[in-house]
């Protein structure tokens, strides 16, 4: 997961509610300029950015455009399917993380 340094309390947030509600579930956070060398020795099964342009370039199947402006749509790649949601809660990015863990 990583967003810009302003972001950095709501990715740690975000961060600490997985952990705890999805025990199970590896969470690692990073920095946006260091997010590509995160992803390589973590290998994620989803990348949580909230940068377009990190995850078109990634080449990821599974990732959460999450957007930090409440007016603009998160986007949701995952499964072959894309989709948006409008300022998703904790509990609607749960539910991505299921969704994803029941497709691999």
């Keep these: 997961m990583a967003l810009e340094d302003d972001y950095r309390a ?3 947030v975000i ?7 999805r025990p199970r579930t590896d ?18 099964q989803v990348v949580i950015c909230s940068r377009p342009e990190f995850v078109d370039s990634g080449g990821w199947d599974t990732w959460v ?7 603009r749509p998160t986007k949701v790649s995952a499964g072959g399917r894309c989709y948006e949601r409008t300022n998703p809660t904790l509990e609607e ?12």
């Design 93 to 104: 990015l749960l539910g991505v993380l299921d969704e994803i863990e029941q497709l691999t």
């Design 10 to 12: 709501y990715q740690d």
């Design 65 to 71: 455009e999450l957007s930090v402006d409440p007016t």
């Design 27 to 44: 969470v690692e956070t990073a920095d946006l300029k260091a997010l590509d060398e995160k992803v390589k020795g973590f290998q994620p």
């Design 15 to 21: 961060a600490v509610g997985i952990r705890i509600l």
